[in-house]
Each structure stands twice: as C-alpha cells, then as structure tokens.
C-alpha cells in the first residue's frame, strides 16, 4: 500500500525540475544546429559528422548505474556539477578548432548529461505519485522547449559574438546549477533511504517481465527516427539552399510543438491509455515527415513541421510512464535504462544516415528512416492494456 505521499502529484517539485530539465538540455540541443558549422568548418564528410553522435551518447550507458543509486538516494548531489560541466564543454565545443578538440567535449558532455538525466528522472517520477503521466510529460516539456530554443539560442550568439567568445553562452547553465545547488538537498532529504532493498538487473527484468523487453524493442527503434531526423534536419535546410538561421529555426520549429506532443502526450494517456496513444503518434511519424520532404514551399515545410513536432515527441513521456509502471519500486533505474537504450541507439542512428546521406542525399535517407517506427506498432499491442 503506497504512503499518502506517495500518491501526492507535487506540482511545485514537478515543475523546478523540469526547469532545471530545460537549462540543461539547451546546451545538448546544440549538436544538431552547431553541425552544419563544423562541418563546414573543419571539412568534415557527412559520415565523419555522423560518427560524433556515438561519442555524444556512448556515455549514457552508464546512465542505469546512476539511476540504480538515485533509486537508493544516491547520486543526487550531482545534478549541479552534471549542468556546470554540460554547459561550459557545449559552450566550448563551438568553437572547437579540431576533429579530436569536438570529440572530446563531446564526451564530456554525454557524461555530465548522464549525471543529470538519471537522478532528476527519479525525483521527478516520486514526485508525480500516482500520476506519472502527467509528471513526466512537464519534465520532458522543459526538454523539448530546450531543444526548440537552443538552436536559436547558440545561432544568435554566433551571429553576435567572435566564435572565440562562445563560452559566454554557459551562463544561463552556471546561473541554474547554483540555484539547483540551493535546492536539490531540500527538495529530496526525505527520498534518500527510500530504498532498502538490494537490486539486480536480473531482479529489475523479472519485476517488468516480458513487457518490459517489448517497451525496450519499442524505445530503440521509434528513437532511431526521431534523432536521425532532428540531427540531421538543420543540415538537411541548408543543402537544399536555406540560410543557416533558417536551417536552425526549423528545427526550433519542430522542437517548439515537440515540447506541446510532450506536455500533452503523457497526460493525455493517463485517460485515453498508453496503447492506443502509442499507434496513433507512431502511424502519424511518418506521415508528416514525408510530407514536410514532398513540399515544395518553406511555409508548406514549416507547417509539417509544427505537426510532425506534436506526434514525434508526444511518444516519449508514455514511454517512461509505462516503464515506471511496470517497475514502480525502482523508478530511476528503469526509466534510466530506456532512456540509456533509446540515446545509445542513436549512435547507430546518426552513423547509418550518414551513410545514406552520403550515398543516397539526406532526402532519400529521410524518407527511408521514416517508415522504421511502424515496425513497434505490433509490440505495441503487446504491452499491458491497464496500469499497475
């Protein structure tokens, strides 16, 4: 029987949360826009462009280590430091003078985002009681208006400063890990025996059974998608003949209603149920990104955009309620796993339209990886049809 504070939704928690979510993750929404102008810059091949995703990620696999303490109220200290390091490496990376000077800051950063992601997921989804949906929905809301307005935000400064004065876009990151300083040990002294009982990844699969290893086939390859695209999409303008304010803005476009799709997805499949919310979003993916490809004006593009932003990113808050249901005891570490799995599927990602981009152009690569996301819809029949 879960503790009258356990069932709370604490709004005020829920909401400081997904702000500090969203200072963090403009600096890790930087990559995509950023690309374009390292490549040009360091003269780099499409592949070769590709391939500092995977550095980006690898990092993150360490991510259900991090999420297995959080769940013993561990590793929460570390959230400051996670937003220090993320935003001084990203703001350094943009003015990275060589192949190995970017891989390196990469690295860094995919570490601190790993320190970040795991313990505040965790205290987010106590947060949210019985409302998980809903909770994690704000927290990936303040994710996706990171990666809506980090692309303006990094090609702003650009367009204003010397590259050699790109640090000063740290910041706003400095700014937030004070404050997250002053507030973390408040808001989670109560959480830090929570847990008592030891825990395996053995254990941690038998709680989620068969399930839970259908939601991981689900995550890896509706991520696939969803990162090739938006890495790639500023890139993708700017081939096709667009200025680089516009090739970052359309991204911001698609992240913009991103954070709407993620603010109501999880909240809307607390009442409609997760299933059928999954197979609508998953059906429209591909719909939308065809036809933002097929348009032959910008206002045409950007109106798909906006769509396709609302299904795209509405997907993975369900995605996190449904793991914290199926293992509601160890809400870090399983959230932490499907975060892990779905990020570090991306390297393939980014590797293999790349590739494509390279040989075949970045349209036919679109239009190809478009159509992965329907081969989840018959494991998604598969998950549970009623909560826990």
């Given at each position: 029987m879960k503790t009258r504070e356990e069932r709370e939704f604490n709004l005020a928690k829920v909401i400081v949360f997904s702000i500090t979510h969203f200072i963090h993750d403009i600096y890790t929404a930087i990559l995509s826009p950023l690309l374009p102008v390292i490549i040009e810059r360091l003269q780099l091949s499409l592949l070769k462009a590709g391939l500092m995703l995977p550095i980006f990620r690898t990092p993150i696999l360490i991510q259900p280590y991090i999420g297995y303490h959080a769940d013993r109220g561990k590793a929460l200290r570390f959230l400051p430091v996670a937003l220090i390091f993320t935003s001084v490496s990203m703001s350094l990376f943009a003015n990275s003078t060589s192949y190995l000077m970017a891989c390196i800051l990469l690295f860094i950063t995919g570490l601190s985002a790993a320190f970040y992601h795991a313990p505040a997921v965790f205290l987010v989804g106590n947060a949210s009681g019985a409302r998980p949906g809903t909770g994690m929905s704000i927290f990936m809301t303040g994710g996706e208006m990171a990666r809506s307005l980090g692309p303006l935000y990094i090609v702003t400064i650009i367009n204003l400063l010397p590259l050699r004065f790109s640090i000063l876009a740290a910041i706003p990151g400095l700014i937030a890990a004070v404050l997250l300083m002053l507030t973390v040990p408040e808001l989670t002294e109560k959480d830090r025996n929570r847990s008592e009982h030891s825990l395996t990844f053995s254990k941690l699969f038998r709680e989620g059974g068969k399930s839970l290893y259908i939601l991981i086939f689900i995550s890896i390859f509706q991520s696939f998608t969803k990162f090739s695209f938006t890495l790639f999409l500023p890139t993708y303008m700017k081939t096709i003949g667009f200025r680089l304010f516009v090739a970052g803005s359309s991204l911001s476009i698609l992240e913009l209603t991103g954070a709407f799709g993620a603010l109501t997805g999880g909240t809307i499949s607390d009442f409609v149920g997760r299933k059928k919310f999954l197979v609508i979003a998953t059906l429209a993916v591909p719909v939308f990104i065809n036809l933002f490809l097929t348009s032959k004006t910008l206002l045409l593009k950007m109106i798909y955009l906006l769509i396709?932003?609302?299904?795209?990113?509405?997907?993975?808050?369900?995605?996190?309620?449904?793991?914290?249901?199926?293992?509601?005891?160890?809400?870090?570490?399983?959230?932490?796993?499907?975060?892990?799995?779905?990020?570090?599927?991306?390297?393939?990602?980014?590797?293999?339209?790349?590739?494509?981009?390279?040989?075949?152009?970045?349209?036919?690569?679109?239009?190809?990886?478009?159509?992965?996301?329907?081969?989840?819809?018959?494991?998604?029949?598969?998950?549970?049809?009623?909560?826990?």
């Open positions: 396709e932003g609302i299904f795209m990113f509405s997907i993975s808050p369900v995605r996190y309620a449904i793991a914290q249901e199926l293992v509601p005891k160890y809400k870090g570490t399983v959230s932490s796993l499907i975060m892990a799995l779905s990020f570090f599927t991306t390297t393939f990602a980014s590797i293999v339209t790349g590739y494509l981009g390279d040989k075949l152009g970045l349209y036919s690569s679109f239009r190809i990886i478009s159509f992965i996301p329907i081969i989840t819809i018959p494991a998604v029949m598969l998950l549970p049809s009623k909560r826990h």
